[in-house]
């Protein structure tokens, strides 16, 4: 591909940057097969999120959950990280890049060998799952035979709900894990936003935070985000080609 004259306004800013920090969405992900909410034709046009107070009180809710979650196991676990995952893990491992925030629940970043400390985790992760009361740990796979065979709700012996590691529509944000990306936002003089509409708060707070605190702001998504006006740079493309050209990764 050749260099034109947005990847290399990309590569000149991340070359004179001191700390970037990365925040990815579900936009990463698409060129792994893993479809995203708000494309044309996601995830959120055929099925609207179930709210978490809707899956406390209601067993059809919590059914139809663990319907829509193994209905997508098979594209979560033949999802592997693309080009876009690997140019930001060379980031990281080139010490330009300590922290990657990710509003994703895949896995990827950790699977492109960002080591897991170093991915902030805002919206949990779908590749496991927990009991809400005890906190136990689940295998997806485990549960989705019974489920399949028996038809069993997964449910812990505690007499808790078991759920996704994930953070559902209406349930609280991982305390430490806001409090870290707080930390890594103030602490950036760059801050580069890749696959997300940006309206999801609070994790679309972050880039506002950045920018507010003098960084300069990136935004790469293939559709205009509401944060475009007060972003350095817009970059309205594909996300593997663009970043991988700008970081020399195939
Ligand atoms: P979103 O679906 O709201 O927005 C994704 C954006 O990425 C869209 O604006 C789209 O234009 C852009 N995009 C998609 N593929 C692209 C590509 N190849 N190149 C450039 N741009 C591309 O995603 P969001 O802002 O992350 O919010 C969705 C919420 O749903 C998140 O909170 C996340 O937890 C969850 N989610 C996660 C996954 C995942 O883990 N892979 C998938 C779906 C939804
Ligand atoms: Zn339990």
């Given amino acids: 591909m050749p260099q034109d004259s947005d990847i290399v306004a990309l590569a000149r800013m991340i070359g004179e940057a ?10 990463i992900s698409t060129e792994s097969g893993i479809p995203d909410f708000r494309s044309p034709g996601g995830l959120w046009t055929r099925n609207a999120p179930i709210d978490f107070s809707d899956f406390m009180r209601s067993h059809e809710a919590r059914k139809e959950t663990w319907r829509r979650r193994f209905n997508m196991d098979a594209t979560l676990r033949e999802a592997r990280p693309n080009r876009g995952h690997r140019a930001v893990a060379q980031l990281v491992h080139d010490g330009k890049v300590p922290a990657v925030i990710t509003q994703n629940i895949d896995g990827l970043h950790q699977e492109s060998g960002i080591p897991a400390d170093q991915v ?24 989705r035979i019974e489920f399949e065979r028996d038809g069993i709700v997964p449910h812990c012996a505690c007499g808790g709900w078991v759920k996704t590691a994930t953070v559902s529509f209406g349930q609280s944000m991982p305390p430490e894990a806001m409090r870290r990306a707080q930390k890594e936002t103030l602490a950036a003089d760059l801050f ?12 679309a707070g972050f880039p506002e ?24 740079l817009v970059l309205s493309r594909s996300i593997g080609e663009t970043l991988g050209a700008a970081v020399g990764v195939d």
Avoid: M, W
């Avoid at 902030?120 to 549960?143: K, M, V």
């Fill in 18 to 27: 001191n700390y970037v920090v990365v925040f990815t969405g579900a936009g």
């Fill in 120 to 143: 902030i985790e805002l919206h949990g992760n779908t590749t496991y799952a927990t009991c809400l009361d005890c906190a136990q740990r689940f295998e997806i796979d485990d549960l």
């Fill in 192 to 203: 580069i936003a890749i696959g997300s509409s940006l309206v999801v708060y609070p994790a």
């Fill in 209 to 232: 935070l950045a920018k507010r605190n003098g960084a300069r702001l990136v935004i790469l998504n293939r559709e205009p985000t509401g944060l475009d006006p007060i972003a350095d």
